[in-house]
T-cell receptor
C-alpha cells in the first residue's frame, strides 16, 4: 500500500527564514502529489500539485515544491516565511492508476510555527 | 470563489445514536468524498462517490456508514449507531468534471463529531 511520510511533526522558523517541509512517498509508479494547508478552524486548502510535466511546481502564497523521482520526495519550500504562514501542512498522494475517483493518501501533517 | 460547505460545524451525540453529516459540494463537481481525522492522527479516506454510487470505500467504511446525494446538491454521510471511536473531524471534498480538474479535491471546513 502506498504511504506518505512527513519528516517532522513540528517545524519552527523565524520570520523571513527559509521554510522547508519534507515529504516522501512510497510508490513504484510516480503518483500525483499535493500539498494542502489547514489554518485553524478551516478546511484543507490546496497549495499546489504535481501531476505530470515540470517537476518544480509553484503554488499559492509563494510556496513551491519539487518532485524528485529518484528520491521519492516532494518537499515544500518558501524562500521567506511570513507570520501568516503559520498553519498545518499536509502532503498527499493519489495513485496515478486510480482513475478519476482516486482517493488521497495523506501524511501525518507538519505544524509550521513562525517566530517574529 | 465557490467553496464546499458543511453543516453542522460541531455535532455532539450519544453512543448508539444516528448522525447525519451534511455537505454541499461545489455546484458543477461530479466526484464527492468523505475523509475523517481522528485527533492527532492522519486524515483518512472513507469513501468516494460518483454517478450516484460509491466508487471506492476504505475498510473503515463498514455497514454503519452510508452516503447519499438526496437532491442533487447535498451530499450526506450517515453513521447509524455511533461509537466512541467515531469521534473525529469529518471532511467532505469534491472534485471537478473531467481530466486534470478531477484531480484537485476541494475540502470543506469539516464537522467535528463528538460521541459521548
Amino acid at each position: 500500500a502506498q504511504s506518505v511520510t512527513q519528516l517532522g511533526s513540528h517545524v519552527s522558523v523565524s520570520e523571513g527564514a527559509l521554510v522547508l517541509l519534507r515529504c516522501n512517498y512510497s510508490s513504484s509508479v510516480p503518483p500525483y502529489l499535493f500539498w494542502y494547508v489547514q489554518y485553524p478552524n478551516q478546511g484543507l486548502q490546496l497549495l499546489l500539485k504535481y501531476t505530470t510535466g515540470a517537476t518544480l511546481v509553484k503554488g499559492i502564497n509563494g510556496f513551491e515544491a519539487e518532485f524528485k523521482k529518484s528520491e521519492t520526495s516532494f518537499h515544500l519550500t518558501k524562500p521567506s516565511a511570513h507570520m501568516s504562514d503559520a498553519a498545518e501542512y499536509f502532503c498527499a498522494v493519489r495513485p496515478s492508476s486510480s482513475g478519476n475517483t482516486g482517493k488521497l493518501i495523506f501524511g501525518q501533517g507538519t505544524t509550521l510555527q513562525v517566530k517574529p | 470563489e465557490p467553496e464546499v460547505t458543511q453543516t453542522p460545524s460541531h455535532q455532539v451525540t450519544q453512543m448508539g445514536q444516528e448522525v447525519i453529516l451534511r455537505c454541499v459540494p461545489i455546484s458543477n463537481h461530479l466526484y464527492f468524498y468523505w475523509y475523517r481525522q481522528i485527533l492527532g492522527q492522519k486524515v483518512e479516506f472513507l469513501v468516494s462517490f460518483y454517478n450516484n454510487e460509491i466508487s471506492e470505500k476504505s475498510e473503515i467504511f463498514d455497514d454503519q456508514f452510508s452516503v447519499e446525494r438526496p437532491d442533487g446538491s447535498n451530499f450526506t454521510l450517515k453513521i447509524r449507531s455511533t461509537k466512541l471511536e467515531d469521534s473525529a473531524m469529518y471532511f467532505c471534498a469534491s472534485s471537478g468534471r473531467s481530466g486534470k480538474s478531477s484531480y484537485e479535491q476541494y475540502f470543506g471546513p469539516g464537522t467535528r463529531l463528538t460521541v459521548t
